[in-house]
């Protein structure tokens, strides 16, 4: 019996895969952007179950984010193994707007993905979606998509991948540099990853922006420094020509070979709402299998787009665990669970678990619309069917003082279900305000409700496609609406006004603008899929 994968086997936000192989073990590194700690690496033994392994940035040495603009940050992580260790080369984008884009790459290792990895070594800024070639003579190459900021006629920004050879005893880029491939006439070639087979060097794209023109280039070489052939079944993998297609923007990936001599291309891949052209589970991480034709890869599939079920390797046994994103934290741990998150800086100073027993405290941050220090903790969509909720202990003194739950794509596109203060009647309040592209509003209406000063609020919010529901409850069992329906779908790639590559998250927030150190207790966070 055949067992199936079904495609996305990363749910939400997982975009820009890279997988590699180690002692029989499947790793995905996948892109976190603003989001602390950074990149995430999933493992698996038969490319059908996978598990969050671990986030291998967690210190500001290796990724200062403060201040760093909505989908800059940690991009396109490139995870390989060779020489008895895990190599990550990864891209730290400060400036993402107008013609230039400043960034740093680095190159860090560890024996092992959950250990504790090197201390980053920079290697440049000329480009970013770095990815690090390892030669079968022993030696390394980085390879980097070139960045040109000139506007004049005839310079192109994506300037081709360029190739330069890098010697991990001197922690150092050497020799010569060199454009080896510019790509198709598809454009914008970037996310290059290459990899040895009978001789050639095959050069692995992504091309077409990041959308729904998105695909994957391959072209081969006896010479890593080419010149390149781009594969007559180009592109490898595209979504266009398929607009029924669940699985839509499919591009940017690379290819992995199983130990029965099986390949599997992983990929970057988006699924549109029932009734909306937008995305807000961001971009996910999918599989297809491969066919070698000739010495070229070629989806094993009726055409170039991805399939939703494709065919796990052989003696894939079938296991009886299942596979549920579905979690209940009570905060027990001296750890908060690793799917939780935080944006752009640590999680220390923000958090305690400690001060009160199975409890986690928030510390009152900046506001939601802030890139500097938002006390947010939050965990990503997987689905747009599922329910949330959270008990908040939060005795405000200021208006300028908010606890609650959000749902959040970036800084200028969120919707919030808070406790507060209402100074004029001296009381608690429970109120909602949305953020839809720096167009703010209070569906309320300025109607609070208004609750004791000594109960604990319990807050649920159910979303249904492009329907977001947001519930109260003062004793947990009986629970109340809390506004009017409100239109889940801003928070998505497609609706987001300037730069949108992450996808909606839902998490507990406390904000102090008035300085005055107040923080939230929550008792719980449960998250379910319908």
């Given at each position: 019996?055949?067992?199936?994968?079904?495609?996305?086997?990363?749910?939400?936000?997982?975009?820009?895969?890279?997988?590699?192989?180690?002692?029989?073990?499947?790793?995905?590194?996948?892109?976190?952007?603003?989001?602390?700690?950074?990149?995430?690496?999933?493992?698996?033994?038969?490319?059908?179950?996978?598990?969050?392994?671990?986030?291998?940035?967690?210190?500001?040495?290796?990724?200062?984010?403060?201040?760093?603009?909505?989908?800059?940050?940690?991009?396109?992580?490139?995870?390989?193994?060779?020489?008895?260790?895990?190599?990550?080369?990864?891209?730290?984008?400060?400036?993402?707007?107008?013609?230039?884009?400043?960034?740093?790459?680095?190159?860090?290792?560890?024996?092992?993905?959950?250990?504790?990895?090197?201390?980053?070594?920079?290697?440049?800024?000329?480009?970013?979606?770095?990815?690090?070639?390892?030669?079968?003579?022993?030696?390394?190459?980085?390879?980097?998509?070139?960045?040109?900021?000139?506007?004049?006629?005839?310079h192109v920004k994506f300037n081709g991948i360029l190739?330069?050879?890098?010697?991990?005893?001197?922690?150092?880029?050497?020799?010569?540099?060199?454009?080896?491939?510019?790509?198709?006439?598809?454009?914008?070639?970037?996310?290059?990853?290459?990899?040895?087979?009978?001789?050639?060097?095959?050069?692995?794209?992504?091309?077409?922006?990041?959308?729904?023109?998105?695909?994957?280039?391959?072209?081969?070489?006896?010479?890593?420094?080419?010149?390149?052939?781009?594969?007559?079944?180009?592109?490898?993998?595209?979504?266009?020509?398929?607009?029924?297609?669940?699985?839509?923007?499919?591009?940017?990936?690379?290819?992995?070979?199983?130990?029965?001599?099986?390949?599997?291309?992983?990929?970057?891949?988006?699924?549109?709402?029932?009734?909306?052209?937008?995305?807000?589970?961001?971009?996910?991480?999918?599989?297809?299998?491969?066919?070698?034709?000739?010495?070229?890869?070629?989806?094993?599939?009726?055409?170039?787009?991805?399939?939703?079920?494709?065919?796990?390797?052989?003696?894939?046994?079938?296991?009886?665990?299942?596979?549920?994103?579905?979690?209940?934290?009570?905060?027990?741990?001296?750890?908060l669970p690793k799917e939780f998150m935080a944006l752009?800086?640590?999680?220390?100073?923000?958090?305690?678990?400690?001060?009160?027993?199975?409890?986690?405290?928030?510390?009152?941050?900046?506001?939601?619309?802030?890139?500097?220090?938002?006390?947010?903790?939050?965990?990503?969509?997987?689905?747009?069917?599922?329910?949330?909720?959270?008990?908040?202990?939060?005795?405000?003194?200021?208006?300028?003082?908010?606890?609650?739950?959000?749902?959040?794509?970036?800084?200028?596109?969120?919707?919030?279900?808070?406790?507060?203060?209402?100074?004029?009647?001296?009381?608690?309040?429970?109120?909602?305000?949305?953020?839809?592209?720096?167009?703010?509003?209070?569906?309320?209406?300025?109607?609070?409700?208004?609750?004791?000063?000594?109960?604990?609020?319990?807050?649920?919010?159910?979303?249904?496609?492009?329907?977001?529901?947001?519930?109260?409850?003062?004793?947990?069992?009986?629970?109340?609406?809390?506004?009017?329906?409100?239109?889940?779908?801003?928070?998505?790639?497609?609706h987001s006004i300037g730069w949108a590559y992450t996808?909606?998250?839902?998490?507990?927030?406390?904000?102090?603008?008035?300085?005055?150190?107040?923080?939230?207790?929550?008792?719980?966070?449960?998250?379910?899929?319908?």
């Open positions: 019996m055949t067992i199936q994968i079904q495609n996305p086997i990363l749910k939400g936000f997982h975009p820009d895969p890279c997988i590699c192989k180690a002692d029989g073990v499947y790793y995905i590194a996948t892109s976190t952007f603003e989001w602390y700690p950074g990149v995430q690496i999933h493992k698996s033994t038969d490319l059908v179950h996978w598990e969050l392994a671990s986030c291998p940035l967690t210190y500001k040495e290796q990724m200062d984010l403060a201040g760093v603009p909505d989908s800059a940050g940690i991009w396109a992580p490139a995870l390989s193994f060779a020489d008895g260790q895990f190599w990550l080369v990864y891209t730290v984008v400060r400036g993402i707007d107008g013609i230039f884009k400043d960034l740093k790459n680095y190159v860090t290792v560890c024996k092992t993905v959950d250990g504790e990895w090197s201390k980053p070594v920079y290697i440049h800024s000329s480009g970013f979606d770095p990815s690090l070639f390892h030669d079968s003579d022993g030696k390394k190459y980085i390879i980097n998509m070139l960045w040109d900021y000139r506007t004049g006629k005839g190739l330069q050879e890098y010697s991990h005893r001197d922690e150092a880029l050497v020799g010569e540099r060199k454009i080896v491939f510019t790509g198709s006439a598809t454009g914008g070639t970037e996310g290059a990853h290459i990899m040895q087979k009978d001789g050639w060097y095959y050069m692995i794209a992504a091309e077409g922006g990041t959308g729904r023109h998105h695909s994957i280039v391959v072209a081969r070489s006896k010479d890593v420094w080419g010149p390149y052939e781009i594969s007559p079944f180009h592109p490898l993998i595209t979504s266009i020509h398929d607009p029924e297609n669940l699985l839509r923007k499919a591009g940017h990936g690379n290819l992995v070979e199983t130990d029965q001599k099986e390949w599997f291309l992983v990929h970057l891949c988006a699924r549109y709402l029932d009734n909306k052209l937008v995305c807000p589970l961001g971009r996910e991480t999918a599989l297809q299998n491969i066919e070698w034709v000739n010495g070229w890869p070629k989806l094993q599939a009726p055409s170039n787009a991805p399939l939703v079920t494709i065919n796990a390797p052989r003696n894939t046994v079938i296991s009886n665990k299942e596979q549920s994103n579905d979690s209940e934290t009570h905060f027990e741990s001296p750890d752009r800086t640590p999680f220390t100073n923000k958090i305690s678990l400690q001060t009160r027993k199975s409890h986690l405290r928030i510390f009152g941050g900046e506001s939601l619309t802030s890139v500097f220090n938002q006390s947010i903790i939050a965990r990503k969509w997987q689905s747009v069917r599922f329910s949330v909720g959270t008990s908040i202990e939060f005795f405000p003194t200021s208006y300028q003082q908010m606890a609650g739950l959000v749902c959040y794509y970036n800084t200028k596109n969120w919707i919030f279900a808070y406790i507060s203060h209402d100074e004029k009647s001296d009381k608690r309040v429970l109120n909602v305000l949305m953020n839809d592209n720096m167009n703010f509003c209070e569906p309320l209406r300025s109607c609070y409700i208004y609750v004791s000063d000594t109960s604990v609020v319990h807050i649920k919010v159910e979303v249904l496609q492009e329907w977001l529901q947001y519930y109260y409850s003062l004793d947990g069992k009986t629970y109340y609406v809390l506004g009017p329906q409100l239109d889940a779908s801003i928070l998505s790639d497609e996808g909606a998250v839902v998490g507990m927030t406390v904000i102090d603008l008035a300085g005055n150190h107040s923080y939230a207790d929550f008792d719980y966070f449960t998250y379910h899929e319908k």
